[in-house]
């Protein structure tokens, strides 16, 4: 994937709806996810992705360290993502967050209808379903993985604070 692409597909996502909790400072967090994009080649045509994301405890690391980051069940595009990230992570220098992606819980289905109500009506189920730990996320189709690893780092932000926080109270930092 080219410099171009990649920006694009970063530029274009777009999370609907995020896990209300936070990444767990002592243990680890598992976040459901439904990834939903347009197909180029079918006029309202809806590709949803849904799987899990699981969130390892984070651990302190040293800014040097992000090119060693593991992507297990990735592919390059999400190489270029960490690559990325190293470059323009600076505000998450102190922690490290381990993510698993597990394949094995990929679903992928195929709905028809304007992609606008497919959104709605998939942030409005998990609403109503009371699911918490769903996030919901506009992707390039062809570019899905970057999406999810958008995702990931989104979160990872949002929980850093919280994480500093309760490892000066508890005095490890």
Excluded: C
Excluded at 48 to 64: C, F, K, W, Y
Excluded at 97 to 117: A, C, H, M, P, W
Excluded at 143 to 162: F, I, M, N, Y
Aim: charged share 35%; net charge negative; proline share 2%.
């Amino acid at each position: 994937m080219d410099r171009d692409s990649f920006l694009y597909a970063l530029e274009n996502t777009k999370t609907h709806l995020e896990p209300a909790s936070l990444i767990e400072t002592f243990g680890s967090t598992a976040f459901d996810f439904v990834l939903v994009s347009e197909l180029m080649d079918e006029v309202n045509r809806v590709r949803l992705r849904r799987g899990t994301l699981q969130a390892e405890r984070p651990r302190i690391m040293s800014p040097g360290n992000y090119a060693r980051i593991m992507l297990e069940g990735f592919g390059e595009k999400a190489r270029e993502f960490a690559d990325w990230l190293e470059e323009n992570g600076e505000d998450l220098k102190f922690l490290r967050y381990g993510f698993q992606f597990t394949r094995s819980n990929l679903q992928e289905e195929i709905v028809s209808g304007q992609f606008d109500k497919v959104v709605a009506e998939t942030v409005n189920r998990a609403r109503e379903e009371g699911e918490t730990r769903r996030a919901v996320v506009e992707s390039v189709d062809d570019a899905w993985e970057v999406s999810l690893l958008k995702l990931a780092v989104d979160t990872a932000r949002r929980s850093a604070g919280g994480n500093m926080e309760e490892w000066k109270r508890r005095g490890l930092l």
